[in-house]
């Protein structure tokens, strides 16, 4: 669940080999459809948990001004006061919840039957939280507030939205991973108030059937800090590969992951808890571990077959440095085995053969 993460890569210099790479066809059948903008489920979340002052500090912005402005005055709300009863950390990627509204402007509430985050708050206080949310919706008018804006939520990320459409990232992505079924569809949510970082949320349909084949991340604000900005632009700039390559990875890693467990737990001694990396990240669990290792495994992959030389060996690098000491051995062996052999019609059908190979490289 927590998927955060912030990185920058360097520029690409080996201009005419990485243009070449860029115009080779991508093989992908079916269009892939993409949302990007502001969601009013995980807006009016995080308005309710910034009020509750457990929330991130916020990238300085006219916008984020015009919030507080207008919802300060029900900062005493009742769905305010849950999130303030709650002893234990509030994660903010806990917006997530969100999703389980829809049909907006009524704001449809689906609660759950189980949810991850019942284990971290208890069921019967998240869902509380979520009947009193819709209840601040409707006694705070957020839907005027949200109308209001929602040309400049189209307008703030339509840099992405080119930029996506230019370099084909998610088609690329899908194209690497095959998986089986209709394409997804991805729900890149814009969240000018966090200032944090991007979250990957691996499954919407748990939260709410009107998402059923979404798949979706928040992407945060990370502006001139020294700056009220009045005009937000979600930049489409040098984490923006990544941002996509990675939070995807893990939504498409997520039913992968939960096939194989077993396999995956048997490997549990490869876990390098005591490695700084692992707790800069708070990384806790193997299986986490092997999650992001994999996924950054495929990212390197992906920057070796369209990236420049340079831009791929800065991206392992990272990793290596980062301690995610498979990612590389990962990396690898998807080049080598998946990628150039097309022996395998899908990542999942190739996914015991790594994991097979771990078992072999690394002992006990």
Request: proline share 4%; glycine share 4%; aromatic share 18%.
């Amino acid at each position: 669940m927590r998927y955060c993460i912030f990185f920058v890569f360097a520029l690409i210099v080996s201009c005419a080999k990485v243009e070449k790479k860029q115009a080779e066809k991508i093989k992908y059948t079916t269009e892939i459809k993409v949302e990007v903008n502001v969601h009013p489920g995980v807006e009016l979340l995080t308005v309710i948990q910034k009020l509750s002052g457990k929330f991130p500090k916020s990238t300085p912005s006219k916008y984020n001004d015009e919030v507080m402005r207008y919802f300060s005055k029900y900062k005493n709300a009742k769905a305010v006061k849950i999130l303030q009863s709650i002893e234990n950390r509030l994660y903010p990627d806990f917006t997530e919840l969100g999703f389980c509204f829809s049909d907006f402007p009524n704001f449809e509430l689906n609660i759950p039957e189980n949810a991850d985050w019942y284990t971290y708050y208890t069921k019967e206080k998240v869902q509380a939280f979520l009947k009193s949310s819709k209840d601040f919706a409707i006694e705070t008018n957020f839907y005027e507030f949200y109308k209001k804006y929602k040309e400049q939520y189209q307008s703030w990320g339509e840099p992405i939205r080119k930029g996506l459409k230019k370099d084909q990232l998610i088609e690329k992505l899908n194209d690497f991973y095959k998986s089986s079924g209709k394409p997804p569809k991805f729900y890149i949510c814009l969240d000018p108030l966090n200032g944090w970082g991007a979250h990957a949320i691996v499954n919407p349909e748990s939260y709410n059937k009107a998402y059923t084949g979404v798949k979706a991340y928040t992407l945060g604000y990370f502006g001139n800090k020294d700056k009220n900005d009045t005009n937000l632009s979600f930049s489409y700039g040098d984490y923006s590969t990544n941002l996509v390559w990675h939070e995807g990875g893990h939504i498409f890693l997520e039913p992968i992951f939960n096939k194989y467990k077993k396999e995956i737990d048997a490997l549990s001694y490869l876990f390098n808890k005591d490695d700084q990396g692992m707790k800069n990240q708070n990384i806790s669990n193997w299986e986490y571990c092997l999650n992001e290792n994999v996924v950054r495994g495929v990212v390197i992959a992906l920057f070796k077959t369209y990236k420049s030389e340079r831009a791929w060996k800065k991206q392992n690098a990272k990793e290596i440095v980062s301690d995610f000491i498979y990612a590389e051995f990962i990396s690898e062996h998807i080049l080598a085995n998946y990628l150039k052999g097309n022996t395998y019609p899908s990542f999942e059908s190739y996914f015991p053969e790594l994991l097979i190979t771990l078992k072999k490289k690394f002992t006990l």
